[in-house]
């Protein structure tokens, strides 16, 4: 589990990803697409998108904005947050049909992308916000197998 101070830290640098949501999450869906080709296949409205149309993709930033604003709902429950998490991960399981293995994908590709957008995100903001990830991934799973 997470001290309070390290939600604290992990929503201190998260402010910078509430500044700017909609390009962050755009973003890291385009890392995300790039790194792990895979994941596209997951997107019924963007599987068949060429890397220059997913670029400019209006529903790419729509989604992108999605993922980062339920992040910032989640942190902000600084871990009570079993509430916000099943409903996603019924549908990502059972609707959407996602492997786990892609919320881990997706969780590096964020601190990634973080530590490429924010300029004083150190050893530790960057500590805090992989294992934040790390604990919404794993209660995620949880769900997934229930
Ligand atoms: O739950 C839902 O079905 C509502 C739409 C939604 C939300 C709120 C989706 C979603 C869809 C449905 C898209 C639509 O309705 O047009 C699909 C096909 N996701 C996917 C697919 C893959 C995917 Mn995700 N999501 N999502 C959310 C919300 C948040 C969210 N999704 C995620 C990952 C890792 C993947 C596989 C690459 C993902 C994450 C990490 C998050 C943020 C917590």
Excluded at 99 to 111: A, H, N, W
Aim: glycine share 6%; aromatic share 8%.
């Amino acid at each position: 589990a997470m001290s309070e101070g390290e939600w604290n830290v992990v929503l201190k640098a998260w402010a910078h990803v509430e500044s700017d949501p909609a390009g962050i999450g755009q973003a890291v869906l385009l890392r995300l697409f790039a790194d792990h080709k895979e994941t596209l296949s997951s997107f019924p409205k963007f599987k068949n998108l060429s890397p220059a149309e997913l670029q400019s993709s209006g529903d790419v930033r729509a989604h992108g904005l999605i993922v980062v604003n339920k992040l910032t709902e989640v942190f902000k429950k600084k871990g009570e947050h079993a509430n916000s998490l099943k409903p996603l991960a019924e549908s990502h399981s059972k609707k959407h049909k996602i492997p786990i293995q892609y919320f881990e994908m997706i969780s590096d590709v964020i601190v990634k992308v973080m530590a490429e957008k924010i300029a004083d995100f150190g050893a530790d903001g960057q500590a805090a916000v992989r294992k934040a990830l790390k604990v919404f991934t794993t209660d995620i799973g949880i769900f997934y197998e229930s």
